[in-house]
């Protein structure tokens, strides 16, 4: 039965605690009225405080009018505060993107308005192996092949997702039993996204190969999940020790403490750095890390790279820097032997000897 293993999951886990106020995203699918209903079971017992969330991209017409009406009834009729957001942008290429972006923050400004401690998102465990499918095909790591995590930090409270363990089939086993009203998206159903190409095409090939596909990957992403944090805390405690300042704009480290240590973990540490100094709102791709790596190792006592902008990797003797470039002009001079020059645009960089 599904509602006991996720009072469960409430219960033994830290995703909630008792009292708290919990944001819902609730689309009108399946997965998400079957989420607003456990919480609604769960409500009184945990003396949760819910509100809803809908985003109304208008795609599909009446039906997108009919998707938040449904959410919105239901909401009136459970009496749970309800909060829209209509899209009223052109669909691009990225549309994807910007439609997670959008909600997201949407989810974000509800949150904080609300004082909620957490969101609570529907994702499954089939939403799982595609997400781990879709980050392999793309290329990834260790980080991608974990999947989503069931708890999510955020600037304000956490993200969460209680479903994560549940197969798509047994969600659909309750709504029936507890005859869940919901929407269909037919968008789901067509190949123009490749989340739904692996979904209707592929998974069920490797179904053939691995009938319990699902669970074979789900369980692969909690066992790489382990290595990774295991990993993070290493970096962690090992960049401490490299660490001779930092602040807002700026980060400064021992050379030979990241000279010492293996490139996987080295390439951890200078993520931390970043994601620190950017506040999250940067990312770092395996060249950029690969051409940091090239100055660190290299004889020469001097080398600069430019990362995204505003933010300049440098090394100075055994110091390392990363830190904002104040530089008004993306042309600069970097001495060698007290002669040559290097041109420092993003993904550019000059490695220099500092002259003896």
């Known amino acids: 039965?599904?509602?006991?293993?996720?009072?469960?999951?409430?219960?033994?886990?830290?995703?909630?605690?008792?009292?708290?106020?919990?944001?819902l995203a609730i689309s009108g699918g399946l997965d998400s009225m079957v989420l607003l209903h456990l919480f609604t079971r769960v409500r009184e017992e945990l003396d949760l405080e819910l509100f809803v969330t809908h985003v109304n991209y208008g795609l599909r017409g009446n039906d997108s009018l009919e998707d938040e009406r449904l959410v919105q009834a239901t909401c009136e009729r459970l009496r749970i505060p309800f909060f829209v957001k209509h899209w009223s942008q052109e669909k691009n290429?990225?549309?994807?993107?910007d439609a997670r972006n959008f909600r997201h923050q949407f989810f974000a400004e509800i949150a904080v308005s609300q004082d909620a401690h957490a969101i609570a998102t529907a994702h499954h465990a089939d939403d799982q192996v595609e997400t781990i499918l879709l980050h392999l095909i793309r290329g990834t790591g260790l980080q991608g092949?974990?999947?989503?995590?069931?708890?999510?930090?955020?600037?304000?409270?956490?993200?969460?997702?209680?479903?994560?363990?549940?197969?798509?089939?047994?969600?659909?086993?309750?709504?029936?039993?507890?005859?869940?009203?919901f929407?269909?998206?037919?968008?789901?159903?067509?190949?123009?996204?490749?989340?739904?190409?692996?979904r209707h095409q592929m998974m069920p090939l490797f179904r053939e190969l691995n009938p319990n596909m699902t669970t074979t990957l789900?369980?692969?992403?909690?066992?790489?999940?382990?290595?990774?944090?295991?990993?993070?805390?290493?970096?962690?405690?090992?960049?401490a020790e490299a660490t001779l300042f930092s602040d807002e704009s700026h980060y400064r480290f021992s050379r030979a403490v990241f000279a010492s240590v293996p490139k996987s973990l080295r390439v951890r540490m200078l993520s931390l750095i970043f994601d620190q100094l950017s506040k999250g709102a940067g990312h770092l791709n395996a060249d950029q890390y690969e051409r940091m790596s090239d100055i660190i190792l290299s004889g020469k006592q001097a080398g600069e790279y430019s990362l995204p902008s505003p933010w300049v990797f440098q090394r100075s003797g055994e110091e390392l820097s990363i830190s904002m470039d104040h530089r008004n002009s993306c042309c600069v001079s970097a001495k060698e032997n007290g002669k040559s020059a290097g041109l420092l645009n993003e993904g550019k960089y000059v490695e220099t000897t500092q002259k003896q």
């Open 145 to 181: 092949l974990c999947g989503m995590p069931m708890c999510e930090p955020l600037s304000e409270g956490k993200l969460i997702r209680p479903l994560l363990d549940v197969s798509r089939e047994v969600l659909e086993q309750y709504a029936k039993q507890e005859s869940v009203t």
């Open 183 to 198: 929407q269909n998206d037919i968008s789901n159903d067509t190949l123009s996204y490749r989340r739904n190409v692996i």
């Open 218 to 239: 789900v369980d692969m992403g909690k066992r790489l999940t382990a290595d990774h944090d295991m990993l993070q805390r290493l970096a962690v405690e090992t960049l």
């Open 1 to 23: 039965m599904l509602f006991p293993l996720f009072r469960k999951t409430l219960l033994d886990t830290p995703l909630i605690k008792p009292g708290e106020k919990v944001v």
């Open 93 to 97: 290429e990225n549309f994807q993107n």
